[in-house]
């Protein structure tokens, strides 16, 4: 195994993170959305101070704040849970807890009703219908995705393309989260796992994992946010793998080593030595690295100019990969447009943000070959050009990726300009 500078550095590996909502990765207008769109317009139009993002938690556990509301009101309301001291039931029914709660829990729980749903459920039973409230867009800063240089088949080097502020009033994207090191963010990936999974009786397995992913996209009624160091650029925040700047002595093989990703762009047989001899273009001939946690997703696509992509799991949780071979990326993308017209509707480049999941059995079902694999740590996957790829992490990982462009690419970057 590759030495691992970033982890034996991890207080002085800073990044911010992007928050996603692993729940309107396919069901962008859910009920659960709808709810909290209207719910966010009562308290903003009766000038009641709520944070913005309102997530709220438990003993660290995440609050679906209308799976909170749905299960009250279907036991008669507030008085009749009150009078029953059942907030420890409520608090398992919407899965805070598996088997039951502590009367500290229950309280808790008790005080997020309070603050963020009792006033709504008040004006409801007083005749307010929430079918009447404006469904309020919560649309959000879409992190950029691309920092540096990127190609271009027009003009050689085009600059900085990802995020448009002229998009982000219409499309849905990742917001920004909070700043960590290494080492705070694998203390909160690891607490969050451990609360997602307690209660569980046994082990936890792969399958599980991968059932749970899909239960919350599919599903698109159980609110769930986490955060994803993603598009990191090695070159101003630090490599995973060894170089002359982060290593000692000793790790001198695995400095020239060609399977380094700060070096395996540039070598003879990869056209970027020739377009980027030194390496500057972020995120193509310089790698990226990406630090997750449990369900930090990327979301389905293909490389920019169709190039050829290398991904090293350096640390920590598998990462489960869907992948699509090039020749059904034409079928992919007309699957995917039928899947989801409201939101290619409403945003014609949706493909180009990453930001929308689908699940592989659906695509499946339609025809579209899906590989699936789950990538460890020491392992590399290589994605093929126009080769459409989609995934998320089991729990706190470190991976850094990079492209390559070997002869045979050229057809296919004519055909991605050409497009």
């Not at 944070?51 to 009101?73: C, H, I, N, W």
Request: hydrophobic fraction near 35%; aromatic fraction near 12%.
């Amino acid at each position: 195994r590759c030495p691992f500078p970033i982890k034996e550095n991890g207080d002085s590996f800073h990044f911010q993170t992007c928050v996603q909502s692993v729940d309107q990765l396919r069901h962008r207008h859910g009920p659960g959305t709808k709810f909290m769109q209207r719910l966010r317009h009562f308290h903003r139009t009766r000038g009641l101070h709520l944070p913005a993002e309102m997530t709220p938690f438990v003993d660290g556990r995440q609050v679906d704040l209308y799976s909170l509301y749905k299960d009250v009101e279907e036991r008669g309301g507030v008085d009749v849970v009150e009078a029953g001291k059942g907030w420890g039931e409520v608090a398992v029914a919407i899965r805070i807890v598996r088997n039951s709660a502590s009367a500290h829990m229950a309280n808790r729980l008790r005080e997020v009703y309070r603050e963020y749903l009792e006033k709504y459920a008040q004006a409801v039973e007083q005749g307010l219908k929430p079918e009447d409230l404006p469904e309020e867009e919560q649309f959000v800063t879409v992190r950029k995705r691309f920092s540096g240089m990127r190609m271009s088949g027009a003009s050689g080097y085009a600059g900085d393309e990802g995020g448009d502020e002229a998009d982000t009033a219409d499309s849905f994207g990742f917001g920004e989260g909070g700043f960590y090191s290494f080492h705070s963010f694998r203390r909160k990936a690891h607490d969050f796992r451990d609360k997602w999974f307690s209660g569980w009786n046994r082990s936890v397995t792969k399958e599980d994992v991968e059932r749970e992913y899909w239960r919350v996209v599919d599903g698109g009624d159980l609110m769930l946010r986490v955060e994803y160091g993603n598009d990191l650029d090695a070159s101003s925040h630090g490599s995973g793998f060894p170089t002359p700047e982060n290593s000692r002595p000793e790790h001198q093989p695995y400095i020239d080593s060609t399977w380094n990703l700060n070096n395996l762009p540039l070598q003879s047989g990869s056209l970027l030595k020739y377009i980027s001899p030194d390496g500057e273009i972020s995120g193509v001939s310089a790698p990226w690295v990406y630090v997750g946690m449990l369900f930090s997703s990327f979301c389905w696509h293909n490389e920019d100019n169709y190039l050829y992509s290398i991904n090293y799991m350096h640390h920590g949780a598998g990462k489960t990969w869907y992948g699509i071979p090039g020749e059904d990326a034409i079928n992919f993308e007309k699957v995917f447009e039928s899947e989801v017209p409201e939101l290619f509707e409403k945003d014609p480049k949706l493909l180009f943000k990453l930001c929308t999941m689908i699940a592989p059995k659906v695509l499946r079902e339609r025809g579209v070959r899906v590989n699936h694999t789950v990538q460890e740590p020491g392992e590399f996957i290589v994605t093929l050009p126009q080769a459409y790829h989609a995934g998320f992490s089991h729990g706190f990982n470190c991976s850094e990726a990079v492209n390559f462009a070997p002869a045979d690419w050229l057809p296919f970057g004519r055909a991605s300009i050409q497009r």
